[in-house]
């Protein structure tokens, strides 16, 4: 069975930092572009940020841009997010994705909830 599972969430404050981990199982993770979207309340999922299967190109949401990266370590089959200069308006669960890269993503984590306080 394919896994994804992410951890690294938790309460900061507002210019703080955090570092999101997905680690995937059951797939051949060097095959997928891997991505992290996020579902605040009341709000649509969103994208963040993803990552091509080589590692060799990125995608970050402009709200995101200079204060999250994005990477991953095929080796470990895990993807990660840092999370810099953390904003309220992060505050979100946060799901890890995989994509074999055609179309929609095929495999999401369980989620982990990132709250960012004032």
């Known amino acids: 069975q394919v896994r994804l599972v992410e951890s690294g969430g938790g309460l900061v404050q507002a210019g703080g930092s955090l570092r999101l981990s997905c680690a995937a199982s059951?797939?051949?993770?060097?095959?997928?572009?891997m991505g992290w979207f996020r579902q605040a309340p009341g709000k649509e999922r969103e994208p963040v940020a993803a990552?091509?299967?080589?590692?060799?190109?990125?995608y970050y949401r402009d709200s995101a841009k200079g204060r999250f990266t994005i990477s991953r370590d095929n080796a470990k089959n895990t993807v990660y997010l840092q999370m810099n200069t953390l904003k309220p308006e992060d505050t979100a669960v946060y799901y890890c994705?995989?994509?074999?890269?055609?179309?929609?993503?095929?495999?999401w984590g369980q989620g982990t909830q990132v709250t960012v306080s004032s």
């Open positions: 994705a995989a994509s074999l890269g055609y179309n929609e993503y095929d495999y």
């Open positions: 059951g797939l051949t993770f060097s095959r997928y572009t």
């Open positions: 990552i091509r299967r080589t590692g060799d190109s990125t």
